[in-house]
């Protein structure tokens, strides 16, 4: 029989693991009520813009700038966190420190900036979701772009029953998207070892490639996101202490890092399908309707209906999230507050306009990409003054090798974007 002093001894390691299980379960639970920010953010990484790029690049040059998506993905990760690290410590998204921190002139500036880069923003991921709708259903481009409106000011009216639920639906559509990738990838049997040997070392094969790369890198991180995710972090936000400041922090990066790479992994995934498909056969991709058409030949039905259902899924999910973008770039900057329908309807116009003329869309879209690489390089700058004051982010302030690294990655996106206007300027490459 079980002795006393072993029963004791056994009835105390279950009590020690019980409370072991609970301490995770709570540890669990506390994360999952910081998740979501960057899952929303996230989608400007996987927009329309970024399926066009990584495709045309794939189709191109097979696998040899996959090194950019991983880099780029580097450049979003560290962006994002000081983005949420400002929101986090002085409880104003970055336009509304903006306010506080500079003249009133040259923030109605950077207002309008910020207005032209989310309303350049809005016309390429519209355009996508209505491509989405017509590759899909057949639906003429017009109609479809109607419908790709409705379905937005669904997603954003959702925002009435709080800021998760909106969340919770982006992060669905995000994992949609991940999940049609994943089966993309299944179908294209790429070659693994050219994958990961170009991965991780860098290769331009020529000046066009050298164009391709810029917009991959250049234009990958959004303006209206940088000033989004200062945003979303303040429903979570608690006028506390450091330390609980600090915990915050904490679980936001664990949020960045997990949405960060999951939109690397669809990137990524992007290009490989590309590389293993198209450059394999031959194929060079001039435009999504080219990609739809010639999947289903190449791999079959099932491939060409989920590229359409991830095309949609990423417009809609990018332009909800533009929408509450120029939101927050309307009160942060001159405290004015549009009714996110009527700021939804008039954002349509121009995507609305080009359709109805049968104007080319992909031209739309390079010009939309050229608009932001000169808006680019605001918010980055904005961003690293305002949280490299003490006075204004306390102890939370960047520390003098977060502040040089944000200068060296600023000087990058300057002179890369720089250059993508210079080759779509002049049509070098």
């Keep these: ?61 097979n696998y040899a700038l996959i090194w950019v998506i991983l880099w780029s993905n580097i450049m979003a990760i560290f962006l994002q966190t000081l983005s949420a690290k400002l929101g986090i410590a002085t409880g104003h998204n970055l336009p509304e420190m903006c306010a506080k921190v500079f003249p009133k002139s040259l923030n109605c500036f950077f207002w309008m900036l910020a207005e032209i880069g989310a309303m350049a923003t809005d016309l390429a991921e519209f355009l996508g979701a209505t491509l989405g709708l017509n590759l899909l259903f057949g639906i003429p481009m017009f109609y479809a772009a109607l419908l790709s409106g409705v379905l937005t000011f669904f997603i954003c009216y959702m925002e009435k029953y709080g800021q998760k639920i909106v969340e919770i639906i982006i992060t669905v559509l995000v994992a949609i998207i991940c999940i049609a990738y994943l089966i993309e990838i299944f179908l294209a049997k790429p070659d693994w070892a050219q994958v990961a040997l170009h991965t991780l070392i860098p290769s331009i094969p020529n000046k066009e490639a050298l164009t391709i790369a810029v917009g991959m890198l250049g234009a990958t991180v959004m303006p209206h996101v940088i000033y989004l995710h200062s945003e979303l972090v303040q429903c979570r936000c608690k006028k506390g202490s450091f330390e609980e400041k600090k915990h915050h922090l904490k679980m936001e990066k664990i949020d960045i890092v997990i949405a960060m790479n999951i939109a690397f992994f669809v990137n990524a995934a992007m290009v490989i399908v590309s590389a293993a498909v198209f450059h394999r056969s031959g194929i060079v991709v001039e435009t999504m309707q080219q990609a739809h058409k010639s999947l289903e030949p190449l791999l079959g039905s099932l491939s060409s209906g989920v590229f359409g259902i991830a095309l949609l899924a990423s417009g809609l999910s990018s332009s909800a999230v533009g929408t509450m ?39 739309a879209l390079v010009i939309s990409q050229v608009v932001l690489s000169f808006i680019l390089p605001i918010p980055v700058i904005q961003l690293l003054i305002i949280s490299g004051r003490k006075d204004l982010m306390g102890s939370l302030v960047n520390k003098p090798w977060v502040q040089a690294l944000g200068i060296i990655i600023t000087c990058v996106i300057v002179v890369l974007n720089a250059l993508l206007v210079f080759f779509t300027i002049t049509g070098r490459g």
């Design 1 to 61: 029989m079980e002795s006393e002093t072993d029963f004791n001894l056994h009835t105390q390691s279950n009590r020690i693991a019980v409370r072991h299980f609970s301490r995770r379960k709570t540890g669990f639970a506390n994360l999952l009520k910081y998740i979501g920010p960057a899952f929303v953010v996230s989608v400007a990484y996987v927009d329309p813009g970024n399926v066009a790029s990584n495709i045309s690049g794939g189709s191109k040059f």
């Design 325 to 363: 973008a120029g939101q927050t770039i309307m009160r942060g900057f001159i405290n004015l507050n549009i009714p996110v329908n009527l700021r939804r309807l008039i954002t349509m116009l121009p995507a609305l306009i080009i359709i109805g003329l049968g104007l080319n869309t992909m031209y």
